[in-house]
């Protein structure tokens, strides 16, 4: 499927002349895989403008020994593979994150981590990571924040996790008011992972703009501050094939069936939020969805819910006071829109 054909899909759905019926992660289908997406702490060091995703008025944290149980208790469940996602907030100034990450990096499971961060502790910080067993299988998404960020340390962090073997994605948000700043920094970057993939390293620069809100209240809207020079350099370094980074490969799985011949037709799409926004890729009202079995999330209390999109709307148990619930027949997707890439991985099936 090229990009003409998206458009063409898009179409088909919109007249309903095609249904979704599977859609999902390839490497999860019939596969009890749990992800795990545990918001460490609502608390950060930063405070960026455009954040909806901190606060430090009612963020805590929690004790470390709590999280180190929750961990074990998660770890202890029947399934083959866990892959851990930590967030936050800022996650790595949560107590207990450097043990927490040992902890999943040195279990006898089968363990993924990535771990969403500014990257903004001190190098002795990185170099304890760095010196950990197994820290080639950690994962980071590291973002740049233009009022908080320090550009050297940063940098220097990049390369204590890369030279460790850890995969590094820098995410660059291209602050509407500090042009200059992200061109350059962008630059420097750049130059960064290359000499990084020359040593035989992991490390890919995406550059994300900043959004509003749009009259759904999702943030699709590029922000009003950007100048016409600004925008014409955003759109030339993220059009869509260009905001593909390295690390992304066409691993959601859609199957379309024809509402008259009922032939199916099944593709590969990356799993970009720009592409499956624009191609309305992500409305499964209806269908099964297997969130609440490969899948739960964990908010700054420790709440529980089946995925992110359930975060905050409905209580499933606590984990540090209860079991996860699990549903293994997967649920009825309840919502308009799927908006949250944890939760586009998640296998979702038309029901007859
Ligand atoms: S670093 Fe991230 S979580 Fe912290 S204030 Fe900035 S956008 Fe929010
Ligand atoms: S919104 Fe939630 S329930 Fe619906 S498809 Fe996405 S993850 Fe599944």
């Avoid at 979704?20 to 702490?41: A, C, E, H, Q, R």
């Avoid at 936050?88 to 107590?95: D, F, K, R, S, Y």
């Avoid at 998404?141 to 233009?146: D, I, T």
């Avoid at 700043?181 to 703009?209: G, H, W, Y």
């Amino acid at each position: 499927m090229n990009y003409v054909g998206y458009e063409n899909i898009c179409r088909a759905l919109f007249y309903k002349k095609i249904a979704i019926t599977k859609f999902g992660s390839k490497n999860i289908f019939n596969k009890d895989v749990l992800k795990i997406n545990w918001m460490l702490t609502y608390r950060c060091n930063y405070n960026c403008s455009y954040c909806y995703g901190h606060d430090n008025d009612t963020g805590f944290f929690h004790r470390k020994q709590d999280i180190l149980k929750a961990t074990e208790k998660i770890l202890d469940l029947n399934r083959s593979q866990f892959e851990f996602g930590l967030n936050g907030g800022e996650p790595t100034i949560a107590p207990g994150y450097l043990e927490l990450l040992k902890l999943i990096a040195t279990s006898t499971k089968s363990c993924s981590v990535v771990t969403i961060t500014n990257l903004s502790r001190k190098e002795s910080f990185f170099e304890k990571i760095a010196e950990m067993p197994n820290a080639s299988s950690l994962r980071f998404h590291c973002s740049y924040h233009f009022e908080d960020g320090d550009f050297s340390r940063f940098l220097n962090n990049v390369k204590i996790l890369a030279d460790a073997g850890c995969y590094v994605k820098i995410i660059i948000l291209a602050h509407p008011l500090f042009y200059y700043a992200v061109k350059s920094f962008t630059k420097a970057a750049e130059s960064l992972s290359a000499q990084i993939k020359a040593d035989c390293q992991r490390c890919d620069v995406v550059l994300l703009p900043i959004k509003e809100k749009d009259c759904n209240g999702f943030y699709t809207l590029l922000d009003q501050r950007y100048t016409n020079e600004y925008r014409s350099w955003l759109d030339e370094k993220t059009g869509f094939t260009k905001n593909i980074d390295g690390s992304e490969k066409k691993f959601l799985l859609m199957e379309v069936s024809d509402n008259n011949t009922k032939s199916i037709k099944s593709e590969l799409v990356y799993l970009n939020q720009s592409i499956l926004e624009k191609y309305s890729f992500y409305k499964f009202k209806g269908m099964k969805c297997m969130a609440g079995y490969n899948s739960i999330a964990i908010d700054p209390k420790g709440d529980l819910s089946p995925a992110v999109c359930f975060r905050g709307k409905k209580k499933f148990g606590n984990i540090f006071d209860s079991e996860p619930e699990f549903f293994p027949d997967g649920l009825i997707c309840p919502y308009e829109y799927c908006t949250c890439s944890a939760d586009y991985v998640l296998p979702k099936y038309k029901i007859s």
